[in-house]
């Protein structure tokens, strides 16, 4: 069994109104050194081993969890061992 | 004529969808379910807007991977008109039979009023009854319509004549105020503005009855009418 951890971010050039949105805020805050917020998604999952996990993690990410036209993405992998 | 109305969990634009086709066509029209797997008996289909599945993920992106996407994809190839409007365009993007994809208003406000659209290609299956350049009063109602694309697909959209309506103020940050677009061989069409609301004078405007005329219109000009 795995956990895999996917972070889903915008693509550098796609404008992100909510970052924006965002990054005034904590500038009213005065925290003046914030030059940019960027806001993506995180995700958990827990899934079996099927002994070609990238595999479908990639295309889970590809074909649901990221629209490759605005959005990249990344994961990261823990392997969990049942008690 | 018989159209399809796709109805998916969340869709609230359905009804005014089917009552535009039944009520002000008078065209055969039926609401289909999105679980379903077949849709060759129909001659036109129609996305609805509406909030599909919620659109906890992105607008459409639970929809577009829905059992009867595939079958909507099997019609496009075979040329069979499809319209999707607000949640069905975004839908539409996210399925991959449209390109780019929306992000949230620029504003990040949900915008619903009605905005001036202008018809930017006429010589269409969903457009040419409407005059080149006309200005149309369009009801709109969304909080992702701020369509995007990068320079080469923009490039793509104009070359082949796809940019079909485009906004007079802008009211979303969409690049090159994209309204609306279809696919390169004209059959598949998708636009944030609302036509189905837009279709006796008693809801403000009939601007948008000619886009479902002019579909008729084009499918009477190909097939045989049954008598």
Same mark, same amino acid.
């Given at each position: 069994m795995y956990k895999v951890y996917v972070y889903v971010t915008l693509k550098e050039g796609v404008l992100d109104p909510q970052g924006k949105a965002i990054q005034e805020s904590m500038h009213s805050l005065a925290?003046?050194?914030?030059e940019s917020v960027r806001v993506g998604k995180y995700f958990e999952l827990t899934v079996k081993d099927t002994g070609e996990i990238d595999k479908r993690v990639n295309e889970l990410c590809d074909r649901l969890?990221?629209?490759?036209v605005i959005e990249e993405y990344r994961y990261t992998l823990e392997e969990v061992v049942p008690n | 004529m018989k159209f399809a109305v796709i109805v998916f &969990? #969340?869709? =609230?634009c359905d009804q005014d969808m089917f009552d535009a086709i039944r009520?002000?066509?008078k065209e055969d029209v039926e609401m289909v379910s999105s *679980?379903?797997?077949?849709?060759?008996?129909?001659?036109a289909i129609l996305l609805p807007g509406g909030f599909s599945h919620g659109?906890?993920?992105?607008?459409g992106a639970m929809a577009s991977? *829905?059992?009867?996407v595939r079958a909507i994809k099997e019609e496009a190839d075979k040329g069979t008109f499809i319209l999707g409007v607000c949640n069905g365009f975004q839908i539409l993007l996210e399925a991959g039979l449209l390109p780019g994809a929306m992000l949230p208003n620029r504003d990040l406000a949900f915008i619903c009023k009605t905005d001036l659209v202008c018809? *930017?290609? =006429?010589?269409t299956t969903f457009t040419n009854l409407y005059e080149e350049g006309a200005t149309l009063k369009l009801p709109i109602a969304h909080g992702e319509g701020n369509y995007y694309c990068d320079e080469s697909t923009y490039r793509r959209l104009v070359d082949h004549h796809q940019i079909l309506f485009t906004y007079? =103020?802008?009211?979303? #940050?969409?690049v090159y105020d994209i309204a609306g677009i279809c696919n390169e061989r004209g059959n598949v069409l998708g636009m944030m503005?609302? &036509?189905?609301? *837009?279709?006796?004078?008693?809801? #403000?405007?009939?601007?948008?009855?000619k886009l479902f005329q002019s579909m008729v219109a084009n499918w009477r000009g190909t097939h045989v009418q049954h008598t």
């Open positions: 925290y003046d050194e914030v969890l990221a629209n490759p | &969990p #969340g869709s =609230n009520t002000h066509l *679980a379903a797997t077949d849709l060759s008996a129909y001659d659109d906890y993920l992105r607008s991977v *829905a059992p009867v018809v *930017a290609n =006429n010589n007079e =103020n802008n009211p979303n #940050g969409s503005p609302h &036509p189905e609301r *837009a279709v006796e004078a008693l809801l #403000g405007s009939e601007d948008g009855l």
